[in-house]
């Protein structure tokens, strides 16, 4: 007996010892639930390199895409808990509780959270010949083509198809949702005309527009922006559906149970990302905003994303979208 709590001791020992020795010049790898070249992809990626910089190791973004984030989401959570597999993802983790009647984890439970990362507003969007060229306008050619209107999406839980869910409720109209691993492929079949309608982020769309290859209608936020490209465009709200906010957050998690003390580096490496020039430099130039606030703390973190679960649960429910 005695033999066996001296070798659990050792474990423990080498464990704790491993811990504080993170990252030892291993990669690390950020899981990305969405398609390569999307948004949430663009802030990884930026964060990655950014983050690199504090933990002196690489990190690799893997995009395992699909199912609206639910399978990297997934993949995080059934990942090994040492700190060298961490998620980043969007408002998805609030969304996905209400929009799937089983998930293979627990949002709340299976993730230790590392800090939020920013704030991205979203442009609703459309092909580049479609006869709309303004919002008004836009109303007047969905009332006249009614049943025959695809909007494109990331997949059920997909801050994409929030955006298009609220959307469609406030106008009381359905269009026929066309489902992709993110919505950088989604984007390049609205480029093709092969879909209509896209709701998605400033990070995703602020080129596109400022080059004026897709037709750009309005902004989600409440307040109108002020990023060069965007600046012209209304607030859904002020366009006539009022209280018309949907704004996206990022945040990165780790699988439960990984040590505190890796938690603390990589908590570390996320808010000195928050003050790299570099970081913060390209983030704005796409119309981010990023947190600043005490959500870089992981227990605020969870906080907020408790709140946020608590405040899309009931929009949803009501929408009666769900998966199975
Ligand atoms: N913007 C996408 C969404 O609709 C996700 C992505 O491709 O990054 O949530």
């Given at each position: 007996?005695?033999?066996?709590?001296?070798?659990?001791?050792?474990?423990?020992?080498?464990?704790?010892?491993?811990?504080?020795?993170f990252p030892a010049g291993k990669t690390v790898?950020?899981?990305?639930?969405?398609?390569?070249?999307?948004?949430?992809?663009?802030?990884?990626?930026?964060?990655?390199?950014?983050m690199q910089?504090t933990l002196g190791t690489t990190i690799?973004?893997?995009?395992?895409?699909?199912?609206?984030?639910?399978?990297?989401?997934?993949?995080?959570?059934?990942?090994?808990?040492?700190?060298y597999?961490?998620?980043?993802?969007?408002?998805?983790?609030?969304?996905?509780?209400?929009?799937?009647?089983?998930?293979?984890?627990?949002?709340?439970?299976?993730?230790?959270?590392?800090?939020?990362?920013?704030?991205?507003?979203?442009?609703?969007?459309?092909?580049?010949?479609?006869?709309?060229?303004?919002?008004?306008?836009?109303?007047?050619?969905?009332?006249?083509?009614?049943?025959?209107?695809?909007?494109?999406?990331?997949?059920?839980?997909?801050?994409?198809?929030?955006?298009?869910?609220?959307?469609?409720?406030?106008?009381?109209?359905?269009?026929?949702?066309?489902?992709?691993?993110?919505?950088?492929?989604?984007?390049?079949?609205?480029?093709?005309?092969?879909?209509?309608?896209?709701?998605?982020?400033?990070?995703?769309?602020?080129?596109?527009?400022?080059?004026?290859?897709?037709?750009?209608?309005?902004?989600?936020?409440?307040?109108?922006?002020?990023?060069?490209?965007?600046?012209?465009?209304?607030?859904?709200?002020?366009?006539?559906?009022?209280?018309?906010?949907?704004?996206?957050?990022?945040?990165?998690?780790?699988?439960?149970?990984?040590?505190?003390?890796?938690?603390?580096?990589?908590?570390?490496?996320?808010?000195?990302?928050?003050?790299?020039?570099?970081?913060?430099?390209?983030?704005?130039?796409?119309?981010?905003?990023?947190?600043?606030?005490?959500?870089?703390?992981?227990?605020?973190?969870?906080?907020?994303?408790?709140?946020?679960?608590?405040?899309?649960?009931?929009?949803?429910?009501?929408?009666?979208?769900?998966?199975?």
């Open positions: 007996m005695k033999k066996l709590f001296a070798l659990a001791a050792i474990a423990a020992a080498a464990v704790g010892a491993h811990a504080q020795d790898t950020l899981v990305v639930p969405f398609a390569a070249g999307g948004p949430t992809d663009r802030v990884a990626r930026d964060l990655a390199e950014a910089k690799v973004v893997d995009n395992t895409a699909g199912a609206g984030s639910s399978i990297g989401t997934a993949k995080v959570a059934r990942a090994n808990p040492d700190g597999t961490l998620l980043l993802n969007h408002i998805g983790m609030s969304t996905m509780p209400a929009l799937y009647r089983k998930l293979p984890f627990n949002v709340e439970t299976d993730f230790e959270y590392l800090g939020m990362v920013n704030e991205v507003p979203m442009t609703l969007i459309g092909k580049p010949g479609l006869p709309a060229n303004n919002y008004k306008e836009l109303t007047t050619w969905i009332a006249a083509n009614k049943g025959k209107i695809n909007l494109g999406n990331a997949g059920l839980g997909a801050a994409s198809h929030l955006c298009g869910l609220l959307f469609q409720s406030a106008l009381k109209v359905e269009m026929t949702p066309v489902p992709y691993k993110g919505t950088a492929p989604a984007i390049a079949d609205l480029l093709g005309g092969q879909i209509d309608l896209l709701c998605d982020q400033t990070t995703n769309t602020s080129s596109q527009i400022g080059a004026k290859k897709v037709k750009a209608y309005a902004v989600t936020t409440s307040k109108r922006l002020t990023t060069p490209a965007l600046k012209d465009l209304p607030t859904l709200d002020e366009s006539g559906l009022k209280g018309f906010e949907v704004t996206i957050w990022h945040g990165v998690y780790a699988p439960k149970g990984t040590p505190a003390p890796v938690l603390k580096k990589l908590n570390e490496a996320i808010k000195a990302a928050m003050k790299d020039p570099g970081f913060i430099q390209r983030e704005e130039a796409l119309g981010a905003v990023i947190t600043t606030d005490k959500r870089t703390e992981p227990a605020e973190h969870k906080k907020f994303v408790s709140s946020e679960i608590a405040k899309w649960g009931p929009i949803i429910k009501a929408a009666g979208v769900y998966a199975d």
